[in-house]
């Protein structure tokens, strides 16, 4: 395995094409088609389909309602303060949001709430690492890299895979 190569597969989803990109060991991208911080050369990555294999699964699964956490390895490039936010996202649960103040005040960094907006604008990592779970202060949707009708796409989706998913609960509950 070459360590510097960036192996990439590409997957069609509900939302339009996905660029998914690792270093060998951990999943380091997943772009949507024209991303606004996409990668910037692409010259002498290595197309690999099985490499990726488990990523492409897990996000077919996402997309048909059957997964709503993920189990990648995963190696998103960026700074410190990124690398803290990023992985706050990732704690945000299914089918919810939190604000960028909720999160910077969960880093202990009260006023660094625009510093937030600006990491998770950033994020390479999209869906996996549920960025389009963060929204404005009043609950509002608000800049997203993929678009807001992707981030509005994804957060329905997620409210809809939990609501099938306690109805279902609650269906069981009623037959016992």
């Known amino acids: 395995m070459n360590e510097t190569a960036t192996y990439f ?12 990109t690792s270093n060998g060991a951990a999943l380091t991208a997943v772009y949507f088609e024209e991303p606004k911080y996409g990668p910037a050369n ?3 990555w290595v197309r690999d389909d099985a490499r990726l294999a488990a990523v492409r699964r897990q996000l077919e699964e996402y997309f048909r309602g059957e997964r709503t956490t993920f ?3 995963l190696g998103p490039a960026g700074t410190p303060f990124q690398q803290m936010v990023w992985s706050a996202l990732t704690e945000i649960p299914f089918g919810r949001t939190t604000s960028y103040g909720a999160i ?3 880093l202990g960094k009260p006023s660094a709430s625009r510093a937030v907006g ?5 994020n390479p990592i999209s869906i996996v690492v549920p960025c ?3 929204v404005g ?9 993929g678009g807001l009708d992707r981030k509005r796409w994804l957060l329905d989706h997620e409210a809809a895979v939990l609501s099938r998913a306690l109805a279902t609960a609650a269906a ?4 016992r």
């Open 9 to 20: 597969s590409t997957l069609n989803s509900p939302v339009g094409e996905l660029l998914l």
């Open 42 to 44: 692409t010259i002498g």
């Open 71 to 73: 189990e990648l390895a």
């Open 104 to 106: 910077a005040g969960r």
């Open 118 to 122: 600006a990491a998770n604008g950033r």
């Open 132 to 134: 389009h779970r963060v």
């Open 137 to 145: 202060s009043a609950g509002d949707l608000t800049g997203y890299g």
């Open 172 to 175: 069981s509950g009623l037959r």
